[in-house]
């Protein structure tokens, strides 16, 4: 911002950057003081600030409260009918839920008649993500993946712009919690042609139909617990 055009402490010469801290893993109530701060630098007393924080606050929480809805009543209406099916997006927020990211890919099951669900709208809180696993989206996409492998009408597509950093261990690991269930994983560029996604959209439900009918007559067996050891001092017990 110029000179010309700042107000307040932005008036001062040259930019002055404003970076509160936003530690979110606290809840989002626990960033209300350092954006109290930051506007009290813009020049906002403070019971204006405060009421503001508290007015985005409830919207927040309504938000997701009305998405959790959302999600379990897509569950509800699926239970009620067993030959239903739901396809649940997997991504980081500006790759797989932005129009201008994910190439109408949800469009493409939803005019096929397959309900979709953002990871984001499931009830997670019970799952398990990954020992080790520090990113933050990276344990919401393995806990989503480890509800969806668990229900028999829940099917998984992830969403992806990159085959390195982050995502090329979370895709790998997203895959061992899938198992022998199916699952589609998209890899998305400015170059990713349309008429692919449809033939792997078309691919990905004709190999869901096929797998839902050999769990129908029992030629795949039904899914089981993976055993585990405990022990104690590091030692498996009897």
Request: proline share 6%.
């Amino acid at each position: 911002m110029s000179d010309s055009t700042a107000a307040g402490p932005l008036s001062r010469r040259g930019t002055q950057l404003l970076t509160p801290l936003l530690d979110l893993s606290r809840g989002l109530a626990s960033a209300e003081e350092p954006l109290l701060e930051a506007a009290r630098r813009m020049g906002v007393v403070r019971p204006e600030a405060r009421a503001a924080f508290a007015a985005a606050l409830r919207r927040q929480r309504d938000c997701f409260a009305e998405m959790k809805a959302v999600g379990r009543r897509v569950l509800s209406e699926l239970q009620a009918d067993p030959e239903k099916l739901a396809v649940v997006i997997l991504s980081r927020p500006y790759s797989g839920f932005a129009e201008e990211a994910h190439m109408g890919i949800p469009h493409k099951f939803a005019s096929r008649g397959i309900p979709v669900i953002p990871l984001d709208f499931l009830d997670l809180d019970a799952e398990r993500s990954k020992r080790h696993m520090y990113w933050g989206m990276g344990k919401s996409i393995l806990k989503a993946a480890r509800a969806v492998e668990k229900h028999p009408q829940l099917f998984a597509t992830f969403i992806t712009n990159f085959s390195c950093g982050p995502d090329s261990f979370v895709i790998g690991y997203f895959r061992d919690i899938m198992g022998r269930k199916p699952s589609l994983t998209l890899e998305l560029d400015s170059h990713t042609a349309d008429a692919g996604l449809e033939t792997r959209v078309e691919a990905f439900l004709d190999i869901v139909k096929a797998y839902r009918q050999l769990l129908a007559r029992r030629l795949i067996p039904p899914r089981r617990a993976r055993a585990r050891v405990r022990g104690a001092e590091g030692r498996p017990s009897a």
